[in-house]
């Protein structure tokens, strides 16, 4: 290797800030071993802030491909793969191991990812490649898993939202709701699901969208709702319900697609016509007055291989003036929202069912190390990561070439017959 | 847009030259908006401006040497003939990446030493970029010694702290 010469060795401290404000978490926490300087200036508040905004500028994917496809009902032990990727295609590590039934990812808008499996809460932090299972969650007398996960910047906390029914009648729903705050570096305890007072008015659909405060759900089509009563909301302050109606009534038909999104902080509603094909964008601008604007509207014919029936448009985030656009192709797609037009990413090799998440590393602590599930498919799979290619299918042997498998299988297996995941 | 420059030969040009003087005392002609890039030379030519002829101006630029100077020159002339057209930001990031893309580690040190002295901060922020790349995801001895640092921890202090994070040093990269 070549060394670098004194030049490099009297860098300014406002260089090193600037280099070091680059590195992924991981990076930094090797870095603090560098010298007494670099330790001083990793944990410097003002260093920590400017690795945060830099970290909102360079958003990164965690991608999770299942061997089950989409069949959210299937229990059979399936193999998971988790990726994590800048959008332009760089490899930061993956994962993978076999788990007993299907994996839900929830993105928070923030750092950590919220996964469900077999109804039970994990929180995954990828700046850290660590996870933790959450305490046990209420059951709920219907199948659907309903949730919500959201970050609450001014508090530097998450807070996870679980709406389950209550009613034994199958023609009936009686919804409460519990919730999980997560706070930097604290460990969680069993009792720290916290049951609020008032019911949910309605069944939901999807997962809840928090933006200023509110957790947001469209209500389940199950209770045909009226247009004024369509996406229904929950105040994380006085812990009540409210309605806000559907941006548009006259698009409020049936075949549209439409579902809730956090774009610049603020709640987005994306619905998409059969005909003519476009997507319509709209902002709840005035949260108090219940006013929405449309503030897009993509056309898309204009989407590469685009397909009338086939194509499912999932917005994810709203990065350097681009709409991040998944569209059942290999790569995300990216809308210049000024220029209104398409420009392809990288190709990922996603899958029609690869699951989504935009991330923002962070240094955010998730207090209690599990050292089971997840630890073990890192020490697998940070072997692979610079030869994974996003989406492949692996096979046992593929994986672990110069590992015993057979070992990791077993220790894989023991971890989830009592937890799973 | 593809004409290579060389810096110092291009004296057809209609446009107002400005002299810039390097640490090893040559004189650089380089057209006045792109020394107008580098704060100091800005500076200068304020305070200078009662000065009639620009032509007879000399900027002294004591912190930076003419082979940096002259790698300097023409990427800022370029960029900036790229960012006055409507471009794709992705136009000017491959411009960047080939800048940058054969750059020594010791050129590196040099031109970023010598964009933050001279107010480039768009060039400042892809060598640091570039330099983060370079360093991302190896061990902290390569860490040290690509950057010049001096390891001033005891070997306990430093196993201490490995030991604080032990699955931050998984998974490193071939030095």
Known sequence: MRKLNAEMGCLPSEIKFNILSRLPVRMLCRCKSVSKDWLQIISDPYFLKLHQEQSKRNKQLLLLNQGLGDDEDDTRPQFVHFLATSLEKEVHFGLGGFICGYVYMIPSGHDLICLINRGHFHIFSPSFIKGIRLPQAKLSNCLEMDAGFGYIPSQNEYKLVHMFDVNPNPFAYSIKCEILTLTDGATIGADAWKEIKQECPFKVSGWGVLANNKFYWIVSVVCTPCEEKSIVSLDLETETFDFIPHPHYVSYLEGNDMFLVELKGQLCFIDTFAYPPVTDIWVLVDPVRKIWVKEHRIDLTMLQGFDDEQTQVLIHGYENGELVISSQQKSLEFYDTRRKIFRKGEDLNLLWHTGICLYTESFFSLGIVDSGFLRQLTTTLLRLQRTSVVGDVYTAEQIAPDLDFESILFQTTATFQGQCL | ?175
Not at chain 2, 8 to 23: A, D, G, Q, R, V
Not at chain 2, 144 to 165: K, M, S, V, Y
Request: proline share 4%.
């Open chain 2, 1 to 175: 847009m593809a004409s290579s420059s060389s810096s110092s030969s291009c004296s057809s040009s209609s446009e107002k030259k400005i002299t810039l003087k390097s640490s090893d005392g040559e004189a650089l002609n380089v057209e006045k908006n792109v020394a107008l890039e580098f704060e100091p030379a800005k500076g200068f030519l304020e305070d200078n401006s009662e000065e009639a002829d620009d032509e007879a101006i000399v900027v002294p630029l004591p912190n930076v040497s003419a082979a940096v100077l002259s790698e300097l020159i023409p990427y800022v002339k370029q960029r900036l003939e790229l960012s006055a057209k409507p471009v794709q930001k992705k136009l000017i990031k491959a411009f960047d990446d080939q800048f940058t893309r054969h750059l020594s580690d010791d050129k590196l040190g040099e031109l970023m030493l010598a964009a933050n002295y001279l107010g480039v901060n768009y060039l400042l922020d892809v060598l640091c970029d570039v330099t983060a790349d370079r360093i991302k995801n190896k061990s902290v001895e390569y860490v040290r010694e690509f950057l010049g640092i001096q390891n001033d921890f005891t070997p306990e202090e430093e196993a201490e702290l490995r030991a604080q994070c032990p699955w931050a040093f998984e998974g490193v990269d071939q030095d």
